[in-house]
């Protein structure tokens, strides 16, 4: 079946610590987000890549950290310096036809540092 | 910056009865999507909507893209227990190979 994987579906943290959160897709698309939403708000941008070997900012990116060597993956680095990393972190792909540019998403992973 | 605005935030029906969210953006969009996250779920794409004035269905589920490619509502008729989650409406930003996402409308279908 071709999808996103994220992993682990929770994940518990002390504060201070770094922690990476894994993505992977075997849809074979260009592009890959990571996302944050926090509780009765929207998904806000933090990551993006539209190929293997480049990324660019979103919104909020200040304490984050991404990489892309390899099409299938975009891991996720939550920082020290994220002031408040307790959230619902979504990692998304999609395909670009044109304007056509439907979102497939991951099952997220739930953060908590404590 | 570009902003995209939902409202309502929140919105409590019988079931049976209708429902509708609207989506507002700062700037003219090239075109916009609506996904649906079920609770504790994630987003799952509905539909996306590109020509102005353009208006497509989903069974129970209108969607509408206004004149002005700024504007959007969804409008689900008879709701059921099946249609609770929240909805969010997404524009490009940029390049297009981003989205802006509305802050969502949370619709609760009470039995």
């Known amino acids: 079946d071709g999808g996103i994987t994220q992993s682990p579906k929770y994940l518990f943290r002390k504060e201070g610590q770094n922690v990476t959160l894994s993505c992977e897709q075997n849809?074979?698309?260009?592009?890959m987000y990571w996302y944050r939403q926090d509780p009765g708000q929207g998904l806000r941008l933090i990551y993006y890549?539209?190929?293997?070997?480049?990324?660019q900012k979103g919104d909020i990116a200040e304490g984050y950290s991404v990489s892309r060597e390899k099409k299938e993956s975009f891991p996720l680095t939550v920082t020290s310096a994220q002031k408040n990393p307790t959230a619902f972190y979504l990692c998304?792909?999609?395909?670009?036809?044109?304007?056509?540019?439907?979102?497939?998403f991951g099952p997220g992973t739930r953060l908590t540092v404590l | 910056g570009q902003q995209v605005m939902q409202i309502p935030q929140y919105q409590h029906v019988q079931e049976g009865e209708d429902f509708t969210t609207y989506c507002n953006s700062s700037?003219?969009?090239?075109?916009i999507q609506w996904y649906k996250q079920r609770p504790g779920g994630h987003p799952v794409f509905l539909i996306q909507?590109?020509?102005?004035?353009e208006v497509k269905k989903q069974k129970r589920l209108t969607f509408q893209f206004g004149e002005a490619k700024k504007n959007s509502s969804l409008h689900i008729t008879a709701t059921q227990t099946t249609d609770v989650g929240t909805y969010f409406c997404?524009?490009?930003?940029?390049?297009?190979?981003?989205?802006?996402f509305g802050s969502g409308t949370q619709l609760t279908v009470l039995p």
């Open positions: 998304a792909s999609s395909i670009y036809f044109g304007t056509y540019n439907e979102q497939f």
């Open positions: 849809l074979n698309h260009d592009a």
């Open positions: 890549s539209q190929i293997v070997n480049d990324f």
């Open positions: 700037t003219t969009l090239s075109n």
């Open positions: 909507l590109v020509k102005s004035g």
């Open positions: 997404a524009g490009p930003k940029g390049s297009a190979r981003q989205l802006t």
